[in-house]
């Protein structure tokens, strides 16, 4: 057992600094060395009970409150309900010698520690300093190690010698740290941390670390139902394209406070032209009800994002979220690396991210939060080929009469209290919602012929919004048969994603770009440049084109090829096809899709084979780049 002893003053009358064994022995018997060890010791555990004892006073107030309003699924432990951290070998540091805790060494090499204020503090132990001792334990609490005199080099080594050991007893799983927000244990038992205090059943082997409060509202009053079916009745005033948009942007605002307890975290994306009120539906719908992490879309990065976030598993919201075409390829690949940072981040089972940061190894981590995002074109999400994104839908202002009427009931309805009382009912319900999901899952996959991806995010949002905002009983909401009814008819009419051809979307939209050509300087989609070359190869090849159409001169056929490569795109000499160059900064650009969007063209149902492979190479703008074919798309 390691304990910091208290100092000598026999032994220090003779050498006031750095008095060692040498001076104990010459003023000390051994059964007062034994006497002293035992006095520090229980010195030591006092001091840590001092330390603790106004936040222990302050955790059973919080406490007692929250049981005040229903809520007796609380615990309270050590630190903040963590459980006491034991190794695997069971040696156990003696965390009661310091005003701090000790978790242990995790894989990246750094010893990680709740200091004197129950705050999370990592070091590599080579890196410990005096100014890192303070941190962790206070100026004062190394002065008591040294008869209340500020310890001099010899001192200080000492006490950094005996943490390091310390530390070196015990391994530690960063995975274990949680911060705020919602949390679920293999098991399926779910909870809450707000910062400080922690309410359900947590799994015994987290750390929860402390971080600044942010209440949410559990525990508050719930908020009537009349409230909550006014708040639905108060959207369809805004421009959705269909009463089953607002029920998806609901019953995500909803459910995303509690993101990081679900299976599936669907993330939502609010699609409209400029003009259809996405600002506004964003700070007057989502962010009340949601309480996120909000972010602007035009500086933001997937950097940034996870450093904010942190180990909280907080809903983040994404204003603007389009890429600036006139920012160049560096601002698409900012964009789609946040893109990337939402599809990890919908499912516990996404492997984990790993990232270099030079000197100090690979950081892995994992964010829990759901995603919600607001863009002017919606195509780029045609990336999340595996169905993680829900559209919600935006159309034209018709009646800006009634566009400001439902502006200013909203703002009524949605106010701070209500919003905590929505919250309030969803946490109290929480385990219900995510039952009627596991229902609907299946129910969405056969009905809506959707992939299990979709089916598991549609199936909790619309879950939230059928138990929050309409009018069903329990025995309803858990009946298959009502529940097929139900999704029948809320798809009913719908395009639903999964039936789009997405390799197709982005073929159109790349050769339906206008750009100036090399010949007569005006503007001309990339199709008819490519369909005139396409006819002149072919005639050069025998294949004479219908008489009704005219076989462009060389001089024209030269102009266009040079315009169209310089987009990144040309006709295949061979199979005399559009072939798409891989991963272009012009394509990207014209079709808001990041590097990697040729995946996509390889499920196209034209895609043609040279030579056996799916991909091939093209001259092409002066050099020889890989990409793929696609046939029938330039008819004439």
Known sequence: MICI???????????????????????YTIDEIKQHFEESKEDGQQNRAANSKESDRDLEKSNANLRKNGNDKIRKGDSFGMPDIVPDDDIRPDNFSYPFKILGIADNGDAYFLNYSKRMVSHKLSSLTENKLIELAGLQYLRNQCGGQHPDKKELAEIIDNLMHACTQCDFDIDRLRGRGAWRTKSGEISYFDGKTIIGTPDPDWIFVRRPKKKIGIGEPETNFQTRAEIFNTCKNFTFAANCDISRLLGWATIAPFGGALKWRPAGLLNGKSGTGKSTIVEQIVNPIANPEFFEGNETTEPGIRESLGIDSYPVVIDEADPNKEKGKNDFERFYRIISAIKTATTDNSPKTAKGTGGKGAMVYRMRSMFFLAAINASFSNIAEDNRIIR?????????????????????LLTFQNCQGIRSY????I???????????????????ASARYAAGESIILSSFMHTYEDWNPGQLLNDDFLTEYIGQFYFGQQRDEERDESDEIIGRLLDELVVDDLSKGKRSLRDMLTKMKIYLDSEAGDFPPVNVDRPKMDIFNAY?????QHGVTIHPTARELFIRQNHYKIMQIIDIGKGYHRQLLRHANLIMVKDQKTTTCRIDGATQRGVVIGGQLEY
């Open 5 to 27: 002893l208290k100092p000598f003053p026999r032994a220090r009358d003779i050498k006031p600094k750095g008095a060692d064994i040498v001076e104990v022995l010459q003023c």
């Open 392 to 412: 919600i839908n935006l159309e034209p202002r018709s009646n800006a009469e009634k566009y400001a009427e439902g502006t200013k009931r909203l703002a009524q």
């Open 426 to 429: 969803t946490w109290n319900h």
């Open 431 to 449: 385990n219900q919602i995510v039952e009627t999901a596991e229902h609907l899952e299946h129910i969405i996959q056969k009905e809506a012929r």
């Open 561 to 565: 090829k040079r315009t169209v490569e």
